[in-house]
């Protein structure tokens, strides 16, 4: 069973979509800023979003404790390859068993993404149907055809990079 995530760049500013989701009846339960630094020792040339992912080590949000433990990394032949912070806020409604996050990622921009559990027993495809058909039913307007845009893989290439799937 695969389970699809999309994460859709988007082409307004957060309010308007804040303003969306609020006015289908979602409410912003969580919000945070999140800082990851991702670390590897191996080759990420030709690599998924996903296995980018396994790829590395992440440390969220380092701190003077992580410190000794970056240099244990580094000394192991790790390099630090990504240095990202991101906005994060989680909106849902009674009933939901998922969550709608906005979040605003230095250097990519604004991005939506969902994934939903009554949707794993679907293949890929139907998975990522339903996951745009909820935005849109939330005040999105995602045409079917529009592709995820992937973090790591952008980041590492210095160039949009695409996918259906950004759990892929």
């Known amino acids: 069973m695969t389970i699809v995530e999309i994460g859709i760049k988007l082409d307004k ?29 191996k080759n990420l040339d030709g690599l998924t979003e996903n296995e980018m992912k396994k790829a590395c080590i992440r440390l969220r949000n380092p701190n003077e404790e992580l410190k000794e433990y970056e240099a244990k990394l580094l000394n192991d032949g790790y390099k630090k390859v990504f240095d990202t912070v991101k906005e994060d806020y989680h909106y849902c409604k009674e009933g939901m068993h998922n969550r709608v996050q906005l979040q605003i990622i230095k250097d990519i921009g604004l991005l939506v993404y969902l ?54």
């Open 13 to 41: 500013d957060f309010d308007y979509y804040d303003s969306a989701l609020k006015s289908n009846g979602l409410e912003c339960v969580f919000q945070t800023v999140t800082h990851d630094v991702y670390y590897t020792n």
């Open 115 to 168: 994934d939903n559990s009554d949707y794993y027993e679907f293949d890929e495809e139907t998975q990522r149907i339903k996951l745009i058909d909820e935005l849109n039913s939330y005040g999105f307007n995602i045409n079917h055809n529009t592709l995820g845009l992937d973090k790591l893989r952008t980041l590492y290439y210095g160039e949009e990079m695409f996918s259906k799937n950004q759990n892929g």
